[in-house]
Structure formats: C-alpha cells, structure tokens
C-alpha cells in the first residue's frame, strides 16, 4: 500500500516536473550539438562497470528490470527506446510522480522475475539491470547468458561488483547514478539531456546540504530494510549512504564495503542510532515494520526507538534512481524536525 505523499516530498515532486525532470521531449531535443552536426556520433564506446561497450547506434527496444532503473530511462526520454518493463506491482503509486507518462507510454512487460525467454519474446536488444536487480548467476540470467544469444546490456552501476566476492559497489551512490546518466546519455545520443538532469540534480542535493544539520547536530542514523532475525540494511555504496550523509545524518553502517546487504541487530544497538529510515515496499508494510522495531526487545533501549524517531522513505527513493536527490531534501527536512 502506498504512504500518503508528505508536504516536503510532494513539493518537491511538483518542483522537479516544473524545472523538466521528467518533461516530454522532442526526438531531437537534447541531442549533443556536436552529433548533429557532423551526423558522426556513432559508435560511441561507454565504460559500465569496468567494461567498455561500443555501441553502433542506439538500442531500440531496451527492456528495463525495477523502478529505478526503468525510471532512469524514463527521466532521459527514452521511452520510445524501449520494449517494455518489469517490476513487481509492491513499488508504491506510479500514478503521481514526475514519470508518470513513461509508465502510461511503455509495457509493463510482467510483474514476475525477469529472465531470458521474457527479454527474448520482447525482442530486446538491450536489457538495462543490475546484480541483484534482476541479474543472478543462481538463476542463469546473467548478461553472459544474454550475450550468448545476442542480447547486450547494461548494469545499474550502484550493483557493479567491487571484486570482494559478489559485493557490490565501486563508487558514491549518487556517483554512479549520475555515471548511469551520462553513459546513457552517450548511447542515446541525448547528451545535452543527460548534463540537464545531472546539473539539477546537483544543485537540489546542494540545496538540502546548505539547510542540513552540521557538526554534532548530525544524528546517527541507521536504514532499516527488512529482516527479523537479522536486518538487511545499506552499505556505503548503496543510496542510502549518500542520502543520509547529504541530509545531514551520520550513518552509523558507513563502513560496511558493500552496497545492499545483512547485519546483526548486535551491531545495530551498539551503534545506537538516533534515527531509523524504514525502506518501505513489500508484502510487509512500513506500519509493521515500525511495529517490529518499537516491539523488539533488543532494540528497546536504543535511542531512536525510545525517542520514537522513526521516518520512512519509499524503496524508490532509496535505490539507485532519479528520485535519489528529492529523498536528500525529504529526509534532510526529516533531520531537521526531528531536532527541533
């Protein structure tokens, strides 16, 4: 069930659909000036996740795996690129925000796992996901396999894999979002579009930054995802880190090298964090995941849990997507609420 829209957060929405965040867009508007005048831009070779892919024009018929990678495209006005999407319908209302005609213009391809005979009946040239977004060895569907029967992609950079194992993360979470962009951008041919977003973008986080909480006034603050037994939370290298950190709080899991990943509740009360960010989507809503946290005994005596300090933000703000710098500003008004 999606939460009610808060003040801050819509105002914020209604913002980035006024500045053209996710504004319709002419095939030509965008496109590098440079491109159209010498007709040259192809092949154009772009680095993803240590690879380098060369692409000879751009894909037509991209099929995209979650919210916030389908939502990347959408923000670049590539809807016309793509085949269609998958994601499970648990992802909040799609109806109010800025890409709300993507949806409307686009195939919702299925509601089920992504896999290789989905993408191939779509006729996909490209699919655009990540480790753990839709890619999984454990599963078969892994860009090899894709490639062994022609299909190309393109991983999420929030899930590269860092080489410790299958953990994943190489760089800032709003890094790679705004590396996602500009390769995209690249490969589309819609440059000029992809510096507008990333320009904007910029400038809200800096925003939020100037009116954060500073110095001692930065609580400790820990993501709450899902998990009883032990809680799945955000590393440094998944969006979570840089929301907090930009919004003015101290994330108390900011040495964990990985970007999505498991802890013990052990950890979580020795940190003792001030604020807890519930990640809401799923068959178990905030509200309960509220419910468990201010019932665990464990947790009892931890400060956010005493002090009722308990916010939540939506999985798609959270994730690696355009919604990323809009979380910044919700969660950095939270901040600053909370400690007033």
Known sequence: MPRPVRPAALALVLACAVTGCGADVSPEEGKGDGARASGSHYPVTVENCGEKKT??????RVVTNDVGITEIMFALGLEEHMAGYVM?????????????????????????????????????????????????????????????VGIDSYLLSESCRNGQGKARGVMAPLDALYTDLR???????????????????????????????????????????SGEDKPFTSGVFAGPHDIITKAGGDHVMKDLQDSWTTVGW???????????????????????????????????????VKNDRIVTLDYADLVE????????????????SLGS
């Open 55 to 60: 692409f000879d024009r751009a894909p037509r």
């Open 88 to 148: 499970p319908d648990d992802k909040g209302d799609l109806t109010t925000v800025p890409w709300k005609d993507g949806y409307r213009r686009t195939t919702w391809l299925s509601k089920d796992r992504i896999n290789k005979e989905l993408v191939l009946d779509a006729r996909a040239d490209l699919v655009f996901a990540g480790w753990n977004y839709g890619f999984n060895e454990g599963e078969g569907f892994t860009p090899a396999a894709l490639r062994r």
């Open 183 to 225: 390769n995209l951008g690249r490969v589309f041919d819609v440059e000029d579009r992809a510096e507008t977003l990333v320009t904007e973008f910029r400038e809200q986080v800096a925003d939020a930054q100037a009116k954060a909480p500073k110095g001692a006034d930065r609580p400790r603050v820990f993501l709450y995802d």
């Open 266 to 304: 052990e950890t979580v009360v020795a940190r003792d964090p001030e604020v807890i960010v519930i990640n809401d989507y799923g068959d178990v809503t905030a509200e309960q995941k509220r419910k468990f946290l201010t019932s665990y005994e464990p947790l009892a005596n931890v400060s956010a």
């Open 321 to 336: 997507s355009p919604r990323n710098p809009a979380a910044v500003s919700s969660l950095a008004a939270d901040l600053r």
